[in-house]
Every structure is written in C-alpha cells, then in structure tokens.
T-cell receptor
Framework: DQQVKQNSPSLSVQEGRISILNCDYTNSMFDYFLWYKKYPAEGPTFLISISSIKDKNEDGRFTVFLNKSAKHLSLHIVPSQPGDSAVYFCAASDTGGGNKLTFGTGTQLKVEL | GAGVSQSPSNKVTEKGKDVELRCDPISGHTALYWYRQSLGQGLEFLIYFQGNSAPDKSGLPSDRFSAERTGGSVSTLTIQRTQQEDSAVYLC???????????FGPGTRLLVL
C-alpha cells in the first residue's frame, strides 16, 4: 500500500523554465511533508519542508505547495538550472506517531540546456 | 560541521552470511533512523531510535534484522543469514530531538550474492 505516490518517474525541463514535481498521499494522519533531492551514489539531501498548518513555503528558487483537501503537494523550482538534475523524493510523516518518514518512489528531473 | 557518516560504503557478501552496517549520526542529534532503498523503489523505513526510549522497530522486514544504538550515538544495523532480497542501499539519518528534518548519510550499498 503506497501511502505516498509520485506518479511521474521522470520529468524533463529546459534551463530557465519552471519545474513542477507532484506528490499525492493517502494517509490523513500525515502532518509534515518534505522534499529531498538525491544525486547518484549519495544520500538524500533535505531541500524544503512544509507543515500541514501551512499551504505554501518558499525558500529561494524552491516553493512547496500543500493542498490538504486534495492530499496533494507540489514542488516548484524556478528558474530551473542544470545542477537541479537529480531524483526528487517526496516524504511525509505523522509527527504524533514518531518521525519516521514515508517516501514516494521519486521523480528523476533532467534540466536541459 | 560533520554530517552523518556510514560504513562500509559498499559491502558484498554471500547468501547466508551475517553483515553489520554502522552509522555515526550528527553530534548532538538524539534521533536516529534506518531506511533502505531497494532497486527502483522509494526509501523504506526500518527502525527509529529516540533518546533513551525503546526503539520503534515496526519497519524491520524480518527477525533477521536488528539494530542497536550504543551510548545514544553510534548505531549498528545487523542482518543475519542474508538473502538476495536484502540487497539494497541502507541509509541512516539523524535529527535533533525538536526538529522533524532528517539528515541522511551517504548509505551502504549491500549486495548479497
């Protein structure tokens, strides 16, 4: 039972354009959401997070949007840069039940010149 | 400062052997997590330590898997009688007690022949 889903295994975007990565979840107990970025042969690197009490969080070129009623979140990267090419994982946790993260299967982003 | 470190970075073993994987969390982080990523899959939670509390072992796939955390710092994940399906990248993460953000190490790539 996949509680966090990233339905697009890959995404290709031109440099300078916006990248939009999507994530859906099914567990209504999730109240904290994170995005991690992963390069080959490295561990995931924390990118940005959002609490369920908010619907938007922005950090530089990265913005995460949360739609609780739709159980959907998205990560916007603008402008996209070639160095953003990586696998992006969406993760969620129920902070009242411990902080163990449930991850999606990832989206491979490729930013082309 | 120093991040989460893991050793070995790669481990090849024969089916039926035992393996031990080590994690050194970020200094001062009281929470420590183990995850694994099988080929083409997202990260799967295994076990979670928080301070002196009993660990949350709900993600361990079988009784061949165990983990301990000595002195509230270093953790060892042990897999007994390894099977081919245990082949995966094993990732360790740590977080401060008051924060939900988990910081990952580079992982140990385990291959069971």
């Amino acid at each position: 039972d996949q509680q966090v889903k990233q339905n697009s295994p890959s995404l290709s975007v031109q440099e300078g354009r916006i990248s939009i990565l999507n994530c859906d979840y099914t567990n209504s107990m999730f109240d904290y959401f994170l995005w991690y970025k992963k390069y080959p042969a490295e561990g995931p690197t924390f990118l940005i997070s959002i609490s369920s009490i908010k619907d938007k969080n922005e950090d530089g070129r990265f913005t995460v949007f949360l739609n609780k009623s739709a159980k959907h979140l998205s990560l916007h990267i603008v402008p996209s840069q070639p160095g953003d090419s990586a696998v992006y994982f969406c993760a969620a946790s129920d902070t009242g039940g411990g902080n163990k993260l449930t991850f999606g299967t990832g989206t491979q982003l490729k930013v082309e010149l | 400062g120093a991040g989460v470190s893991q050793s070995p970075s790669n481990k090849v073993t024969e089916k039926g052997k035992d393996v031990e994987l080590r994690c050194d969390p970020i200094s001062g982080h009281t929470a420590l997590y183990w995850y694994r990523q099988s080929l083409g899959q997202g990260l799967e939670f295994l076990i979670y330590f928080q301070g002196n509390s009993a660990p949350d072992k709900s993600g361990l796939p079988s009784d061949r898997f165990s983990a301990e955390r000595t002195g509230g710092s270093v953790s060892t994940l042990t897999i007994q009688r390894t099977q081919q399906e245990d082949s995966a990248v094993y990732l360790c993460a740590s977080s401060p007690a008051t924060s939900e953000t988990q910081y990952f190490g580079p992982g140990t790539r385990l291959l069971v022949l």
